[in-house]
């Protein structure tokens, strides 16, 4: 490595790292200012808080929503740093200097461009491996951050109820309070659940009722609580006894759930998990995993792109002009962002013309 290539990449570096920080931390700042009436108010009416355990909230909600807040501005952070590299050096006649050597700007460019393509190594481990890994820290409501609750909710937790979800054999699944898994390792809870099994025709074979349904991950099923069973729901047929039942196993999964009820959710996985779940054969929200999954790799490749857009922008060897290259440098960054934003928006709504799906690869490699 030359000393020039040496320069370039260590200035590119700690600008990168202070874009990082800087970014994030705006980002932080004003999801707290918006949100900072959460972020303060009791957990219960009996319950102080001091100053201290605010802090603390804050600290432990928004180191774990910082993975995330990442891999969102993960294709912002380069371009930052690369025109704060390129301005400087054009700012203090270093550019001049370079080309009066007899080099070439793009030989400037492309440490830049190098050590930009390897830092999107870290969008993939955040995206592959630790997002995953918490996604319970990344699904708290703000303003339950903090660590000790009221009684009723610290025995609970965050619930919802699940109305009608059908699973792989037509059956319905109702409960009237659904616990998710927790963050501390406690698996997901179902409290008065029932479950309605039909036929081809949709027809009502058999009741299944239960006071407690507990997730076990070993055996992907549903341990019952005072689970029966009764058959016989029909007009012309006599209702069975209750047969006690034990588990109930279905495609349905606090994957499931979490698909059926948000399909944000899909954001959170891994490609690895997105795979297993398109694998089986009556999927939640197929469209938004599908969307996920491609999105993965073309978002590596459009952090690069817009690396590219920028860097001939700020460019420059003439000082005099810079107000006006970052200006056409945010232009089109902007324009490649909010043009990705509406591809990424219409993927998960495919046009009802089929014939669509073949003409926008067309449109989006020549109308650039």
């Not at 938004?288 to 817009?306: T, Y």
């Amino acid at each position: 490595m030359k000393i020039l290539d040496r320069y370039v990449l260590f200035s590119f570096l700690r600008n990168y790292l202070i874009s990082f920080m800087v970014l994030i931390g705006m980002y932080i700042v004003l999801h707290m200012v918006f949100n900072f009436d959460e972020l303060v108010e009791p957990a219960g009416r009996d319950m102080q808080r001091t100053a201290f355990d605010v802090v603390l909230s804050i600290a432990d909600y928004y180191f774990y929503q910082s993975f995330l807040i990442f891999a969102h501005m993960s294709g912002i952070i380069p371009v930052v740093a690369a025109a704060f590299t390129l301005i400087r050096l054009s700012r203090f006649n270093e550019l001049s200097a370079i080309l009066a050597a007899g080099v070439p700007l793009l030989r400037v460019a492309t440490p830049i461009i190098l050590a930009s393509v390897v830092l999107q190594a870290l969008l993939a481990i955040d995206q592959e491996l630790i997002i995953p890994n918490i996604i319970p820290k990344l699904t708290r409501d703000i303003d339950k951050i903090a660590a000790q609750r009221a009684q009723q909710e610290s025995s609970v937790g965050k619930w919802y109820d699940i109305r009608a979800m059908q699973d792989d054999r037509n059956a319905l699944l109702f409960a009237a309070r659904y616990v998710p898994p927790g963050d501390d390792g406690s698996p997901a809870r179902m409290f008065e659940l029932d479950i309605i099994e039909r036929d081809s025709q949709w027809r009502p074979l058999a009741h299944i009722v239960a006071d407690r349904a507990e997730w076990d991950a070993q055996h992907q099923h549903w341990k019952l609580t005072r689970g029966r069973r009764v058959t016989g729901l029909l007009p012309n047929e006599n209702r069975s006894p209750e047969q006690p039942v034990a588990v109930y196993q279905s495609n349905i999964t606090p994957d499931e759930i979490a698909l059926f009820r948000s399909g944000e959710f899909v954001n959170l996985l891994s490609r690895r998990r997105i795979n297993q779940l398109l694998q089986r054969p009556q999927i939640y929200a197929a469209a938004d995993l599908l969307r996920v999954k491609h999105f993965r790799i073309s978002q590596l490749v459009m952090n690069v792109v817009m690396l590219l857009v920028a860097i001939p922008c700020v460019m420059m060897r003439d000082p005099t002009r810079l107000k006006m290259a970052i200006l056409k440098c945010l232009v089109l960054v902007g324009l490649c962002m909010a043009g990705y934003f509406v591809a990424y928006q219409l993927a998960g709504r495919p046009p009802p013309d089929p014939r669509w799906t073949d003409r926008w690869p067309a449109i989006m490699a020549f109308a650039p």
